[in-house]
Structures are given as C-alpha cells and as structure tokens.
C-alpha cells in the first residue's frame, strides 16, 4: 500500500487510510462493488433546445451495501473533458449533501468533504438543457455541446462511500427538424386526456421528443395484481396501451405521483397519479330551512376540503336567508382512517338513534342523528348504504348528555363552542348489523352491545365536532352532511388520449412552406470558424436542409466551382471551402443554388474572406 502526501507525516495518513481500503477489499474476497450501470443516453435535438434521456436501469441498483441515489449531469468544452456537474437529480430520502474523507492538496492532509451534492429534487430520466451552462449563454443551431449523465450510489458505511459511474461523452447540436418535416408540438405540452371513473386520478402524458409522437391513440388502465408468489400481491398497477396498434407499452407499473419518475415512451412522459387517502370534500346536501346555497353563497376554498359551509366555514352566520347556521369541525388531530375510501353521511332525523359514550362512561344514549357509510361512489344508491354508530367523547359538558355546546368545550379552527366529539364506527361484530345493535340496547341488554361494535375495520372518521351559531341545539331534522373521500385509480378508471393533433407532419407541402429557411453559416466566413479544430479543417454549415438535395456552388461570373449531394439525412452539410479538385476557393462572392427535388430550389449568396494558404506535406 502507498500513500503520497505533501510531507512524511502526511504521507503516512494517506498511506493509512488506503489501507483501510485494501483490507476492505481482502474481507470481501476481492468482490468488489461496482458503480450503477452506466445510463445509456439519447438527445432529443430541438430549436436552440436540447433535452437529454436515459434508461432507468441504474435507479433500481443494489450491490454489497450500496444503493442507487441520483444521477448527475455534465457539460463539457469537448468530449475528452474537463467535465462540470450542471444538474444532480437525487431520490427525496433526506439523503443531501454527501460527506467522506478525501486528500486534500491545499492543506497536504486527509480531510471530510463534500463528495456528492444532492438536495432531494426526485430522480427522473430526462433532463432540460436551456442554455450552455459553461459560458451562461443561449444554444445556438448547428453548434456541438457535450453532455454526460452518471448515477451514483452510496453506502453510510462503505470506503468509500459512493461509487460513481465514468462520464461518457454525448454529442448534442439543437437544430430544427428536416425541411419536409414540421413539428405540432413543443417540449412541456401537456396532452388533453379524457376520464371515465370515479377516481380523483390523473393521467398527464407531457411532450418530451415531438418528432417521436406517433399521432396514435393511447389508454392508462389499472388492475390488481392477484399472483400471490408476487411482492405486489394485492396492489394496483397501472398499464399504458397504444390502443392504435393493440399493443400494451408499459405493463405491470406501480409508481403513481406527479414527480419525474417515469419512463418515456413514444416521445412521452406518461404521469400517473392517484390522490391520497383523505378527505375531498364535506358538503351539506340537505336542509329543511332551505333548498341548496346559491354559488356566491359557497365556501370555495372548503379550508381545507371542498364544501358550502358546513366544514369550518364563517362565511355566512349573520345571513338572514340562513340564520341558526352551524358547521362541522374538530377537536385535536384525529380525522380518521378513510383508507377505505367510502363516503360517509350525518343525518339529522325526527327518530333517535343509539349512542355510547365508549371513551368515558360507557353510558348508551340515544342522539337525534343517525351516521351511515354510503358506499364507494353511489351516494344515490341506497342499496349499500351500511348504518354505523356513534361512539362519544364527553369533553367537559353535562356527563352523559349529548348537548350543543357541550360545557366550555370548543372546537380547534375558531376557538367556538361545540358538541361532544363524533367517532365513526362500524358494528362489524353482529350478523344484521346496526339493527342487531340497536335491538340489544332497545332491550337493555348493554353488555351484548360492547361486543358488536369496533372489533375490525373501526372508525373511518372521528373527534368531529358540531358548531351552532345560535348558541344552542341541533341542526333540524331532515339535514344531512356527507363526507366525500379521495377515490384511488382502480379497475373502474380508465384514461384516455390521442397523439393525432400533436404529431409532427412531414410531406411536400411543408418543405414548400419552408424553403426560405435554408441557410447557411458562418456568413460571412472571416478567414476562420470557431467550430473548426485545426487550420486546415476549413469549412462552413448549409442548415435547415431536406434528408436529401444538391447543393451546386459558383463563382459570380457562373463558373460551378463545386457540388455536393447532401444525403446524410440531417439539416446540416458542410463545405471544405474547397472546388472540386481540392484547392482552396479563393476570397470573394459565391453565389449557392440549393435545389430540393419535388420542391424548388433556393439561392444563397456566401461571402468568403479566406486566410493565408498552407499545404500540409505528406
């Protein structure tokens, strides 16, 4: 083991912690790490815009300790280097900064540093290239840029602690497309999708590539995965189909948010994203004193789920239209578990139901409100409507009575008076339910009623609270509030969209249409062009050209001075600056004729300043 420092002492502190490092690699038997798979890198070359993407391989890498964490991004002058980091895309785990020991010149000894600069952006595998970031300027047409995407992975405990992948150069030169070819889209559109479900879902296919746009027509579909030998047992995954074709292009994917972790595919990046379990909204939709609130009478904002008026709302207590309003709020943090994502109703009726302060007495009680579970999505379908109990809280008010307010307990929004606390609860534990419940306690018989209730699924909703701005009483019977849940993406949700208004169109016409953007540069040619290596690699750049034309060059007296047939399919052709034996053209005017079969020709006029002449001798 060497170890070379600044002095001796040094010396012997690198020396050592080499070692460290050798004596890792003796434990293991030799079997190192190795870094991430390298990402293979394709560039979508664009008008004065370049966007890089890459395979997702890396992002699920594990190996001996170490996990993936994020890809980097370089620019570099040339494709040999020196590279600068322009962009780090690192998974959000709270893993950021990255430390570890390293040599440092500067002050000749070992010392903790900086290693890789995360900041919990979320990976993706595409990444924006708005400008060259070495000189802070604008991309220009036609001109090579270097870029490099490496992942990283990283180990707490590992000498060292990342393993990082080589950087490999990738050419990219923005440019607009092929004459004959138009694109009807631009990096970042969103296309329009269409929704049949129940679901608050969304699918967002977003442009990446438009000259990859297939004009095809395209679904998202979910399904559950029922292989009990698989990890995903039980989950919902999502597929997306090129229903044009019949051909399913992403199968078997369970990621679902509105970060960047997607693949792209047909020049898409397809998002899928499912709400979370919660609340969407809280609404009163009935109420003997009125019909329904007016839209200027609504509570827009919901604070924070959608509603009118009844869900923390002060929108409206002084209205005469509306006077004894009152809301539903709660006390403490609890809301529930509505993880089941069914939808649930308060309703104020003339009969009583039955009730148990469980918290704290155990006393049963009747209330002059019923709580029911409405099922998933069919609030008009009384069909699957399931009556549940209410479990109390006695929270400073008279013992055993449900009272509004209830003692100098208030409520957490507003600080106002308020009711006992509400809990949900399933009475899962009786054959017929909630009328085996309330049949047991119509007979007294309290202790068969304990054991009917909370025993699986429990409370979907709790520690709610209601508010009466008139000071005192329910609201009056025949009013119901019912508490609407996020629906997820399921098998009853399917997303649909079309390419056909955003694919590129390509043909005669359009090469007619942009004939007058041939061009080329540098013109003037001043004796050199910055894109040139060496002194006898002269040449300037025809842009904007078909896949395939001819290109004839004279001088202005007529005399053709040189040919070329342009065929490597790209806008771009170059002229050595040479006629056709070789020799250099002399300074002066030439005049272009580009001719474009099928499509007409266009002339340019070209202004040469050519430098001194050198012959290189062989």
């Known amino acids: 083991v060497v170890g070379q420092g600044v002095d001796n002492l040094s010396s012997i502190t690198v020396m050592r912690f080499y070692d460290q490092s050798a004596q890792l690699a003796y434990d293991m038997n030799f079997e190192l790490p190795s870094p991430p798979p390298q990402p293979k890198v394709s560039v979508v070359q664009l008008d004065e815009d370049l966007i890089l993407t890459w395979d997702p391989a890396a992002a699920t890498f594990s190996d001996k300790g170490y996990n993936f964490e994020g890809y980097n991004i370089y620019q570099a002058p040339s494709a040999a280097g020196p590279w600068t980091k322009i962009a780090t895309l690192d998974k959000v785990n709270g893993i950021t900064t990255i430390w570890d020991m390293k040599f440092n010149l500067d002050i000749g000894a070992l010392v903790n540093q900086p ?152 020049g898409m990046l397809v998002k899928v994203a499912g709400p ?63 993880s089941k994502c069914h939808d649930y109703e308060i309703r104020w009726t003339a009969d009583s139901s039955w009730a148990t302060f469980g918290f704290t007495s155990g006393t049963y ?61 399933y009475v899962d534990n009786a054959a017929n339910g909630y009328a085996d419940f309330a049949a047991a306690c119509d007979a007294g018989d309290f202790a068969s009623a304990d054991n009917m209730w909370g025993m699986v699924y429990s409370r979907p909703l709790g520690r709610l609270v209601v508010v009466n701005y008139t000071g005192t009483g329910d609201p009056p019977a025949g009013t119901t509030v019912r508490f609407l849940t996020n629906k997820p993406n399921s098998s009853a949700d399917v997303f649909t969209f079309s390419t056909a208004d955003y694919a590129a169109k390509k043909g005669v016409d359009v090469a007619k249409a942009r004939l007058d953007e041939i061009n080329v540069f540098p013109n003037p040619y001043f004796a050199s062009n910055k894109a040139e290596t060496d002194f006898f690699s002269q040449f300037i750049t025809f842009n904007n050209l078909p896949e395939k034309c001819t290109i004839r060059i004279f001088t202005l007296s007529g005399q053709m001075m040189r040919t070329i047939e342009h065929t490597n399919g790209t806008p771009f052709e170059k002229w050595d600056l040479n006629n056709e034996h070789g020799l250099p053209a002399a300074s002066g005017m030439y005049i272009a004729l580009v001719d474009v079969p099928n499509v007409g020709q266009k002339i340019l006029k070209i202004a040469i300043i050519n430098r001194q002449a050198r012959y290189r001798h062989m």
């Open 115 to 266: 290693v890789q600069w995360g900041k919990d952006t979320g990976i993706g595998y595409s990444f924006h290239i708005e400008k060259d970031y070495l000189h802070n300027t604008p991309l220009i047409n036609g001109k090579k840029y270097y870029f490099s995407v490496t992942a990283y992975a990283y180990n707490p405990n590992g000498i060292p602690k990342v393993l990082e992948n080589a950087t490999e150069a990738v050419t990219a030169i923005p440019q607009r497309p092929v004459l004959d070819t138009k694109y009807n889209a631009t990096y970042g559109d969103t296309i329009e999708v269409t929704h049949t479900g129940v679901s608050q879902g969304a699918v967002i296919p977003i442009v990446v590539d438009p000259a990859k746009l297939t004009g095809h027509d395209y679904k998202v579909t979910f399904y559950t995965i029922e292989d009990t030998t698989s990890a995903h047992y039980g989950e919902v995954a999502w597929k997306l189909t090129d229903v044009t074709l019949g051909k399913d292009l992403l199968v078997d994917q369970f990621h679902q948010g509105t970060d960047e972790d997607f693949q792209m595919v047909d």
């Open 276 to 338: 979370s379990p919660g609340l969407l909204a809280v609404v009163e939709v009935s109420n003997p004193s009125y019909s329904s609130l007016p839209p200027d009478e609504q509570d827009a904002a919901g604070a924070p789920y959608g509603g009118n008026n009844v869900w923390l709302s002060l929108s409206c207590p002084d209205d005469d239209n509306y006077s004894g309003r009152f809301f539903i709020s709660y006390q403490g943090s609890y809301i529930g578990d509505i």
């Open 365 to 425: 009680i009747k209330v002059p409100f019923e709580l029911w579970d409405i099922g998933f999505s069919t609030p008009d379908d009384p069909s699957d409507d399931v009556q549940m109990m209410a479990c109390l809280y006695e929270d400073g008010g008279t013992p055993d009575v449900w009272d509004i307010p209830n003692g100098d307990a208030v409520e957490n929004v507003w600080g106002l008076p308020c009711s006992d606390r509400i809990y949900f609860y």
